[in-house]
């Protein structure tokens, strides 16, 4: 691998990169295959000669055999799995998201707020695609959904629902709102026909958001003692109520 090409790789794992690339990373045999069965673009695919089983034939033409060493340079992971494709960032706007949603079988989607943790909205977005929700909205103060951890979290679903970063007054113009709080409506009562969920970060919720005015707080109660949920947790809780209302399951 020239030294060109692996630098430009290594750089991907910064977010202004990223962008000005418009590309980003997928590591692991199962992220990649779920990669290869989406719409996304991949435009090269680099693999260690122990793994070149796990190439796509539908990929070959642009896999290319490098050394371990060269792997373990462009990995971004602790321990390079040893195949690692480059991939192009899906040209998604807003409104494509509102359609998703409103053409889904949820008629929800989830709107994440101000969280860092790449694990926690890998898991969100997880979460919005196993119970059927349309898409995912991102505020701008939000980690970069295209993080390799945030991707590696989402276990491929990154790739099947849009997720798309949104200003504030775009999101404000969305019809019904409601978000996570300590404090609120019970989620087990409401009827839950459609709208956007806003699931705040674990160590701030939405201290100095400017959230819709309307936007109904949402409570699940604390049995135990536990301080708090994270938002991958407590996303998931509200999601598959949801989903129970919907379809009675």
Not at 43 to 66: C, G, K, L, N
Not at 102 to 113: D, V
Not at 142 to 163: E, L, Y
Request: aromatic letters at 6%; charged letters at 20%.
């Amino acid at each position: 691998m020239d030294k060109t090409t692996l630098n430009a790789i290594r750089a991907l794992r910064r977010k202004p990169e990223r962008t000005e690339q418009g590309r980003f990373v997928v590591e692991g045999d199962k992220g990649v295959a779920e990669l290869v069965e989406s719409s996304i673009a991949v435009e090269r695919m680099y693999y260690v000669s122990a793994m070149e089983h796990a190439v796509p034939d539908s990929h070959r033409h642009v896999a290319e055999q490098i050394s371990v060493k060269d792997m373990g340079r462009i990995s971004q992971m602790n321990t390079a799995p040893g195949l690692l494709a480059v991939a192009f960032i899906p040209d998604r706007a807003p409104e494509d998201v509102v359609r998703a949603v409103e053409s889904s079988p949820m008629a929800h989607g989830l709107i994440a707020c101000r969280l860092q943790d790449p694990g926690n909205l890998g898991t969100l977005i997880r979460t919005a695609d196993w119970f059927g929700f349309g898409g995912v909205f991102i505020t701008e103060d939000t980690v970069d959904p295209w993080n390799t951890k945030t991707v590696q979290a989402s276990m491929g679903s990154i790739f099947r629902i849009p997720v798309v970063e949104a200003p504030m007054n775009f999101l404000h113009r969305l019809s019904g709102h409601f978000h996570l709080e300590m404090q609120g409506t019970l989620y087990s009562t409401i009827p839950w026909t459609r709208g956007w969920i806003w699931v705040g970060s674990e160590s701030h919720g939405f201290a100095g958001v400017d959230l819709p005015s309307s936007s109904v707080p949402v409570h699940i109660p604390r049995i135990g003692a536990a301080e708090s949920l994270n938002a991958g947790v407590a996303s998931s809780i509200v999601c598959a109520e949801v989903a129970r209302v919907k379809t009675g399951v």
